[in-house]
């Protein structure tokens, strides 16, 4: 295991942060000390919608503007909507939304993450793993992008990137989605749902642990946590 630096006065931005995974996550690095900014397209104190190019860049700015600089990003927006590639003629927006926005957010985040050694957690998606036939296609091929982006570039300009892989969440969102089986039409749940608090815990992990650089830990209800595959080189 790597070094374990306190969060205190550390400097967060996440995206996706006004409910569910991504408002757990802003809560518990608040609880370990640290100053975050919540960028969501709900109410947050930086709104945008990150399906639109330039908005990433956007909220970046303003992140960093609010708090003086940046030490930690998580990419945590993301989702879909019905219908799905190839009958969605909007077939950009959720590509933007997943991936797109997250490479914009990383390469203007890192100017300010560089100069003290920040980290960047992905959040992507067991959709973006395996070879499975998905109906959720945007989706699934942005978020299997965002895993490679993570392992591409593990460690640049000092900053440390790393990813967190869930499997179906138990979030209000997907609890409610359940109970009127449209989660159905995307894919079928797993017997056993994902808590928040394991995808919370594994994102303070890699934050934490100054030793990693491109991994991406998949986690899965009801199993341990796994890294994807030894890291190459």
């Not at 992140?63 to 990003?73: K, M, N, P, S, Y």
């Not at 036939?133 to 993570?150: D, F, H, N, Q």
């Not at 995808?199 to 994807?228: C, K, M, T, W, Y």
Request: with cysteine.
């Amino acid at each position: 295991m790597g070094e374990t630096p306190s969060l205190a006065g550390r400097l967060a931005l996440v995206t996706g942060g006004a409910s569910g995974i991504g408002a757990a996550i802003a809560a518990a690095l608040e609880s370990s000390g640290a100053r975050v900014v919540v960028a969501d397209r709900d109410d947050a104190p930086v709104r945008c919608d990150l399906s639109r190019p330039g908005e990433a860049t956007r909220m970046v700015v303003a992140a960093v503007e609010r708090l003086g600089g940046l030490h930690i990003l998580v990419n945590n927006a993301g989702g879909y909507t019905s219908p799905t590639f190839p009958q969605n003629a909007s077939w950009r927006a959720p590509l933007e939304l997943n991936l797109g926005a997250v490479m914009e957010a990383i390469r203007h985040a890192l100017p300010a993450l560089a100069a003290d050694g920040g980290c960047i957690v992905n959040v992507a998606s067991s959709a973006g793993l395996g070879c499975d036939p998905y109906s959720g296609v945007e989706y699934a091929v942005a978020k299997a992008g965002v895993i490679r982006l993570t392992t591409a570039l593990a460690m640049i300009d000092g900053v440390r990137v790393n990813c967190v892989c869930p499997h179906t969440v138990a979030t209000e969102g997907v609890l409610r989605a359940l109970e009127t089986k449209t989660i159905e039409e995307i894919a079928p749940p797993p017997p056993t749902l994902l808590g928040v608090d394991a995808v919370v815990n594994a994102v303070l992990h890699l934050i934490q642990d100054a030793s990693l650089a491109g991994r991406v830990l998949v986690l899965v209800g009801g199993r341990e946590p796994r890294f994807l595959g030894p890291p190459m080189g």
